[in-house]
């Protein structure tokens, strides 16, 4: 897809939906969107909504600075996942990438995720807020969709406190929680792996609480829910999905409803307060 002459801007695209409605909306916002997607996630949908794209594997950060700078653009933001395990499995580094592993001193989320803003800068691109151009995808405070949440606020309050402890280690930013215990914390596997094994401890009343990290950097790992997210969450028994309120995003919205209200599971939008 291509757009009139002017701001040009680069898309960092990784797992799911995210990427694709974060392109239309800078498609909307006037943006002609150049794309870096990873072959080991993005969905090849992208394509039909952008610019121009480029696939490379996940590591391969020379050549999406390569990319960005053909295209003409000095901003990037980033949207979707590129799951962790990418690095003990199919990773793929180039000479920049090797450039910033020798900086790290852990192989956490922050870690990886600033030392790669770093390299962009250092090449001239700015990596800003997911949120920048995404407000209309946050999630608001109270009931967001599906039947009335206000019994179970107990575990809402619980499973918050616990969830913001976890992310403040930079584990994980998603627990399943039942009568006010911890079924299961996401780790390396991910949100949907955590909710499986938490939901299939529950009696079906499980709860999963997704925040964001105390002192999130809203240039990635921003938290969001989607359809997916509900779907695995019927699958293995949880029945209530709270989310920080202002600070998560919400994936295809509409539907999103749809399926809460299909499925029968409370979304609440939760500040801590």
Known sequence: MT??????????????????ELAQALNET????????????????????????????????????????????????MAGKVR???????????LTAMKGLLRLKDRRDDSILNTIAELLAEAGLTLIDQTRY?????????LLAGPAAAKRMPDIRFGFTHAKAIAGLDIGQTIVVQDQAVLAVEAIEGTDEAITRGGSLGSGKAAVIKVAKPNQDLRFDVPAVGPDTLAT????????????????????????RELAASYGISVYGYSGT
């Open 3 to 20: 757009t009139a002459a002017g701001r040009r801007i680069g898309l960092i695209a990784g797992y799911g939906h995210f990427p694709l």
């Open 30 to 77: 006037g943006f002609e969107v150049h794309v870096v997607a990873a072959r080991e996630e993005t969905s090849k949908e992208i394509e039909a909504l952008v610019a121009s794209t480029c696939w490379l594997h996940v590591g391969q950060i020379g050549g999406m600075i390569k990319a960005f700078k053909k295209a003409g653009v000095d901003q990037v933001v």
């Open 84 to 94: 962790k395990l990418h690095l003990f499995r199919n990773f793929r580094p180039d």
């Open 134 to 142: 995404a407000g209309a995808m946050l999630a608001g405070e109270g």
């Open 233 to 256: 969450m019927h699958a293995s028994g949880c029945t209530l999905l709270a989310v920080e309120a202002e600070k998560t995003l919400i994936i295809e919205r509409q539907r999103f």
